[in-house]
């Protein structure tokens, strides 16, 4: 029987969840931008400064983005490790299989490479999780851990009563109550939480979430911690859930491309079919809301402005976008 963590499908995360797959939705059908390698660099840079932000973590996003371009930084020794691990983690977060236990375990080795003695392995010991000087949870035994984290990856794969979505606020919220290291929980299960997203959606790969974790980062443990007292983490669901939210909206606020004029549709196409050749059929397929005339006056206009060049006669004409 498959194991299935604690929570309830209440209104709110059912609204929650409409909401956030109609913003995933409006992105697959809205005219975005391709995130140029910058803008998914920078949105790394972001995501990589406010997850260790939150767990105490000094350096700044300018410090953070020296460190990205391998430059040299005044700051703490370990932070800068800090940095220096999590980019290498990003580096590879393709290629992580969310279902997969030893990535995990691996993930973990990366991001706390020299950072504790037990880097890639369960803890071994019991801990407590602090709020200042007061123990505000205290974790299953080191003895359990390994079983729990099997049944909560026993869930992830084979539990198909629940979406990806869910999943991944539900894997985020029990790995921090399992607490299944010594060291760098709260950061793999934020980082984890990505990567099962990106099972739900590509945009998850670059959409930097943790930043609007660490905006409400208060909210973020008081929420963690009446879970813990509940028994559930229906609460972090729907705190998680609209952080995602908030987050798709900011996305599709700067990648949003407005194609309403000849110039705008041909500069939109530029970033669909940079360096090919394409026909008037080809324009068509990426503005499906113009009509034949309007696309040959597009390219006409185009190849006046000299922005296109031609090759062919009639319907066999193709163009391509000169450099």
Same mark, same amino acid.
């Given at each position: 029987?498959?194991?299935?963590?604690?929570?309830?499908?209440?209104?709110?995360?059912?609204?929650?969840?409409?909401?956030?797959?109609?913003?995933?939705?409006?992105?697959?059908?809205?005219?975005?931008?391709?995130?140029?390698?910058?803008?998914?660099?920078?949105?790394?840079?972001?995501?990589?400064?406010?997850?260790?932000?939150?767990?105490?973590?000094?350096?700044?996003?300018?410090?953070?983005?020296?460190?990205?371009?391998?430059?040299?930084?005044?700051?703490?020794?370990?932070?800068?490790?800090?940095?220096?691990?999590?980019?290498?983690?990003?580096?590879?977060?393709?290629?992580?299989?969310?279902?997969?236990?030893?990535?995990?375990?691996?993930?973990?080795?990366?991001?706390?490479?020299?950072?504790?003695?037990?880097?890639?392995?369960?803890?071994?010991?019991?801990?407590?999780?602090?709020?200042?000087?007061?123990?505000?949870?205290?974790?299953?035994?080191?003895?359990?851990?390994?079983?729990?984290?099997?049944?909560?990856?026993?869930?992830?794969?084979?539990?198909?009563?629940?979406?990806?979505?869910?999943?991944?606020?539900?894997?985020?919220?029990?790995?921090?109550?399992?607490?299944?290291?010594?060291?760098?929980?709260?950061?793999?299960?934020?980082?984890?939480?990505?990567?099962?997203?990106?099972?739900?959606?590509?945009?998850?790969?670059?959409?930097?979430?943790?930043?609007?974790?660490?905006?409400?980062?208060?909210?973020?443990?008081?929420?963690?911690?009446?879970?813990?007292?509940?028994? @559930?983490?229906? &609460?972090?669901?729907?705190?998680?859930?609209?952080? *995602?939210?908030?987050?798709? $909206? /900011? %996305?599709? #606020? !700067?990648?949003?491309?407005?194609?309403?004029?000849?110039? @705008?549709?041909? &500069?939109?196409?530029?970033?669909?079919?940079?360096? *090919?050749?394409?026909?008037? $059929? /080809? %324009?068509? #397929? !990426?503005?499906?809301?113009?009509?034949?005339?309007?696309? @040959?006056?597009?390219?006409?206009?185009?190849?006046?402005?000299?922005?296109?060049?031609?090759?062919?006669?009639?319907?066999?004409?193709?163009?391509?976008?000169?450099?």
């Amino acid at each position: 029987m498959i194991y299935k963590p604690p929570f309830e499908l209440n209104s709110k995360i059912f609204q929650l969840s409409q909401d956030v797959s109609k913003e995933i939705g409006m992105l697959a059908g809205a005219k975005l931008d391709i995130p140029s390698v910058k803008l998914r660099r920078m949105n790394n840079i972001r995501t990589i400064q406010a997850s260790l932000a939150i767990e105490g973590n000094t350096l700044s996003l300018d410090q953070v983005t020296h460190i990205f371009d391998g430059k040299q930084i005044i700051g703490p020794k370990k932070d800068i490790l800090e940095v220096q691990n999590a980019i290498s983690v990003y580096e590879k977060l393709k290629s992580f299989n969310c279902v997969e236990i030893n990535d995990f375990l691996e993930a973990h080795s990366i991001l706390m490479s020299n950072l504790t003695k037990n880097a890639g392995s369960w803890r071994n010991s019991g801990v407590g999780v602090f709020k200042g000087k007061i123990v505000a949870n205290m974790p299953p035994p080191a003895k359990r851990v390994p079983n729990l984290m099997r049944d909560l990856f026993d869930f992830l794969k084979n539990d198909e009563s629940v979406g990806w979505l869910l999943k991944g606020c539900i894997f985020h919220y029990e790995l921090e109550f399992i607490h299944p290291f010594t060291d760098g929980n709260g950061r793999m299960g934020r980082l984890w939480q990505q990567i099962i997203l990106m099972k739900e959606d590509e945009v998850f790969a670059f959409l930097p979430v943790e930043e609007m974790i660490k905006k409400n980062q208060d909210v973020y443990y008081n929420v963690l911690s009446e879970c813990d007292q509940e028994g @559930s983490s229906t &609460k972090f669901i729907e705190f998680s859930l609209a952080q *995602i939210l908030v987050a798709l $909206k /900011d %996305y599709r #606020s !700067i990648t949003y491309v407005d194609a309403r004029d000849m110039k @705008s549709r041909l &500069k939109y196409a530029f970033l669909k079919m940079e360096n *090919i050749w394409f026909s008037r $059929k /080809d %324009y068509m #397929s !990426i503005h499906r809301d113009i009509s034949t005339s309007t696309a @040959s006056r597009d390219l006409t206009y185009g190849l006046g402005e000299k922005t296109l060049q031609s090759k062919g006669e009639k319907n066999q004409t193709m163009y391509r976008f000169c450099n």
